[in-house]
Structure formats: C-alpha cells, structure tokens
C-alpha cells in the first residue's frame, strides 16, 4: 500500500460514544488496543469499564465497504479502591490493555489499574442444555413424583452470549503506580512496571511476582528519574526495554542476571549541554516505546517528537520526526496548564513503514518512514460522515495565516488525542479523542 | 520559528523571530524559561528532579486522621465542624479532614456510553 501523505487517503468509518460536549470522568477513554488478528478492539476508561468491539466478516457482496466494528462485549474490570494502611486513593482507571494470542475458542486479556492486574477470559456461549429431568424450563424444580421417564437433555442453539469473567487477580505486588503490562512471546510470562519497579509473572501464579527491576534509590532523597514504560521484545523472550523520565532507554537481558538493574544497551541520544532549559528534561521525558513488528526497531515518544531506534545503535535515534514543534515557543503556559505532562502513546502500522501519534485539537500524525512524508488529520464529529475523506490539517506557527490554517493560539488543548491503535494487518486505526472513539480506513477504490 | 510540520530533520533550537533579537539567537525554550521564571521567581533549580517526581510517585494519596477528627469534634463540642470549600482538591495544613472531604469512591454502574 502506498504511504499515507500522498497516494493514500484515510476515511471515516465509525465513531462510537456519546455526542454530548458534557464529558463525565468515567468516560474518559484511557486505552484501546487490537488483538493480534485485529478482529476484536478494546477499550478502557477512567471509570474502569472494558468495552470490546468485534470487526464484522467482511460483506463479499460490497467490497467497497470495509466491515464494522459492533460491540461484543462490556464488563466493568476495576473498581476505586481505598487503601485505608497508605490512605491512598486507587482510581479504577484502566491503563493498559494487552490481549493474549489465542490458543483456543476464548480470548484472553489483561487489563491493569495502578495497582491490579487482572487476566479476563471472554467466551462465546452460543448453546444451552434444554430437556433437564428435575427442572421446568424455567428453571422451576419438578416434583420428583411426577416423573416417569428419563431423558438426555439436549444443547440447543441459543442467541450468542459474550462472557467476560475474571481469571486471575494479580495483586499487591506493586507499591507505585503501574504504567506498563507486556506479554512476553514466550506466551507464558508477562511484565508489569511502575514507576521504579518492574515485575515478571507467570500468568498462571498471582501469589508470586519476580522483581527484575528496581531503581529505587536507598534514599529517596536522590530520586532522578522514574520508570515510564517497559515492552517485551516481540520474539526474543530474553529481552524487554524500559523507557525513563530523562529520555533514556534501557535494553535489558534477562540471561544476564536475575535482577536486571544493570543495562545490556542504553540508548540516549547526546544532548548540547548550551541548549538546556528549564523544560529541557521534562520534554525529553519518554510517555511511550513500542517495537516494531520485525523487532529490529523501537519507537519512543517524547513531549515534542517521535524517535526510531535501531537496537543495534545506542548513540542515537536513526529517525526523528516532530509532531508539534510549534508548541516549544508555548512551554511556559503548557507547563502551567499541566499539559506539558500529557503522555501521548505511538504506535506502528502492521508493516511497520507508518508510525502514527496524537496531538492537541484532536489531530493526530502519521510519519511514512520510507516516503518521508507525514500528514496532520483531525478526529471531529464534521467529518463523520460515512467514508468521507478526511482532509489533511495544518498548523501555522506564526505569521500570516493561510486560509484552512488553524493557528497554535486557536488550538484546544483539552481536546488531546493520546491513545491511538493501528489494525495489525489493515489499514485500519482507531483513534480515541476523550470520549469517543473514531475509526477511519483507507480509501478502497 | 518555524514551527513545520513537514520537517521530518532533527530540528535545532531557532530564533523566534527576526525582529525581535538582531544579535543573539535566543531559542523558542529559553525564552518560554524566562517567561515562566519570571511569573514564579521561587521555581527551583532542579525541576525535573525530586519534587515534580515525588508528586508523580504520591498521586491519589487522601488524609483522614480519625484521631485528630476527634479531637477537633471534641474541642469545638456543640458546634459544626468546619467543611472543606467544594473547590479544595487537597488538604493540608490546619484543616481537619472530615469524612465528608473524603469523595466516596463508588463503582460505575452505568455502562460505558461506547457501548450504547
């Protein structure tokens, strides 16, 4: 497929959430990943609820219309909690969702708070046993005395039923906050991180949790730095990286050692000590990394760019692509309206030519590695109608502003678009803006 | 400044605009730190350091101290006790929290409106 600046155009599809501008906290979409097939989508939110979307099979008869996305399941997979020891508050906010790869009719996910991981199994009931002896139908029991034969009941087909029930609670294993789950390709293990530790578990134990990493200093006096996301490489089971505050990152191998606190690879890209302000090492702070599918690269996201690295090169990133470079001559006021903590994720395309991130005024970007080309597109209820192409936005930066410009003092900065999901295989992306979820497609010609 | 979205480069620090210095460049992030320095002339040195992290590390941490709750119930007797301004997100000092300060922490029973 050709890339996305040019040749390729992306379309409207869906959106799913209420259309009212008064945004109740719990609505607050705080994950959406696809499964490795990308036949199921999910999302979570800040009131702890899963909602999971099934891709419908595709109608042979109209080609031109790319299947749906349909609910297939909703359950509510955390609650707030009250740690009444720590007097600490637990939001039930989900913050990540990983999906397992399916190994039989169900499917399995992992879904965290801060504190919780949880294993959820969702099954397919599409049968049900009728014909019992001692029970009516509706479930009434018979009096035995009345029953002269016996019979074998009978699984007749039903409506189908999506359950969700929780597998495996993995608690109590982490005193800080968890920002990061990983399954492992081993497909037995998994990572959880927080901000100063990270975990091995075996999906079948919740009564024990390895430490592999601990950064917490003896005094936390000298706290520098701080944990913000961890990811298992795709295929080499050994290996997993985590990103830091200071835009870091650390390759670790878990042959090396059995706690892993001691790096196999850093990769830091060197910094003009002249150029070092006061927001220097809060811009540099990495609020995702990601792998590519081939497992040769990783991507990481800063306040103000994305990086490609090239495991195999630890001085500096091989591509830097920036997303919003007009917001560093608005820092002092991002600072003090807390956007400039705002953790944007990244994410690759099934080939990993694309990468794809979000910004403020509900744009989102995509980078086409090999045509060098990038586009700004905007996730807005005006352009949802159905397959209409969407129009590629831009910013001005400063002076005169052309027509169809938007400029910087215009753009809404509550309306941030921080978690986006590209389909494994298609050219389908689900973009989340607060509270609603849009899902766009290439234009099938 | 340019502020392009097209660059796909690394982008070095610009000037911010032409007129305003003819001798120095002074990048886009100085001066936003002299903006901000200006406006708080108490910001410490160190900012990405143990204060901003601490704050990172305690997020959600609530105090109810049901001894000094008693205590003050008991001093000012027959009298209300003093609630906390709606608007206050985080108590400290000589308040003393009462259980109402304490949002009841309740589980959504509506369905998420994505699924609607």
């Known amino acids: ?445 | 400044m340019s502020g392009d979205n097209e660059e796909t480069q690394t982008t070095e620090e610009t000037a911010v605009d032409d007129k305003e210095v003819p001798e120095k460049m002074i990048s886009p992030e100085k001066s936003e730190e002299a903006k901000l320095k200006a406006r708080y002339p108490n910001l410490g040195n160190k900012p990405g350091g143990s204060d901003l992290l601490r704050k990172r590390l305690q997020k959600g941490q609530k105090y109810f101290d049901s001894g000094d709750y008693n205590m003050a119930k008991a001093k000012i007797k027959n009298k209300q006790l003093p609630t906390a301004a709606p608007e206050k997100t985080e108590i400290t000092g000589d308040h003393i929290p009462t259980p109402q300060d304490l949002p009841q922490r309740k589980p959504s029973l509506v369905a998420s409106k994505l699924a609607g």
């Not at chain 1, 352009?383 to 938007?406: F, T, Y």
Request: include cysteine; charge should be negative; proline fraction near 4%.
């Open chain 1, 1 to 445: 497929m050709a890339g996305p600046g040019g040749d390729m155009q992306w379309c409207f599809s869906q959106v799913k959430g209420a259309i009212d501008d008064d945004v109740a906290e719990a609505d607050i979409i705080s994950t959406v990943e696809f499964n490795q097939t990308g036949e199921l989508l999910a999302t979570g939110d800040k009131g702890g609820r899963v909602v999971i979307f099934q891709q419908e099979v595709e109608n042979k008869n109209q080609p031109q219309f790319r299947s749906e996305y349909n609910v297939y399941s909703t359950f509510q997979s955390h609650e707030p909690e009250f740690d009444y020891l720590k007097s600490l508050e637990i939001e039930e906010k989900i913050n990540k969702i990983r999906w397992l790869p399916q190994k039989n009719a169900a499917q399995f996910l992992l879904s965290t708070n801060d504190k919780t991981i949880k294993l959820w199994k969702i099954s397919e009931r599409d049968r049900r046993p009728e014909g019992y002896n001692l029970k009516e139908e509706d479930g009434r029991y018979k009096d035995p005395n009345t029953i002269t034969s016996l019979r074998v009941p009978v699984l007749m087909p039903m409506d189908l039923m999506v359950e969700a029930s929780p597998r495996r609670v993995f608690a109590n294993a982490h005193t800080y906050h968890i920002n990061s789950v990983s399954v492992n390709s081993d497909n037995e293990t998994y990572l959880s991180a927080d901000d100063l530790r990270i975990n091995l578990w075996h999906l079948e134990i919740t009564d024990r949790s390895f430490n592999i990493v601990d950064i917490k200093p003896a005094n936390m006096e000298e706290l520098t730095e701080v944990i913000t996301a961890a990811e298992f490489h795709p295929h080499q089971c050994n290996t997993f990286v985590y990103s830091s505050s200071k835009g870091t990152i650390r390759l670790c191998d878990m042959r090396a050692a059995a706690l892993c606190d001691k790096h196999s690879k850093l990769f830091e890209e060197p910094e003009d000590p002249s150029n070092r302000s006061f927001f220097s090492e809060i811009i540099s702070s990495i609020s995702d990394v990601k792998f590519s599918h081939n497992g040769r690269y990783m991507m990481t996201r800063d306040y103000l760019s994305v990086k490609i690295w090239d495991l195999s090169m630890e001085s500096r990133p091989v591509e830097t692509y920036q997303v919003h470079e007009y917001l560093r001559s608005k820092l002092c006021s991002l600072y003090e309206n807390d956007c400039i903590f705002d953790k944007f994720e990244c994410c690759w395309n099934g080939n990993d030519s694309v990468v794809m991130t979000g910004s403020y005024n509900n744009f989102f970007r995509m980078f086409d590695r090999g045509h060098r080309r990038d586009v700004t597109l905007e996730a807005s209820r005006e352009n949802s109608k159905p397959m209409q192409v969407l129009k590629p936005r831009k910013v001005c930066a400063g002076g005169k502003r052309k027509k169809d410009e938007i400029s910087v003092d215009s753009l809404d900065f509550n309306k941030k678009i921080l978690h986006t999901a590209w389909h494994p295989q298609d050219n389908i992306i689900a973009v989340a803006t607060t509270n609603n979820l849009y899902i766009f497609q290439d234009k099938v010609n």
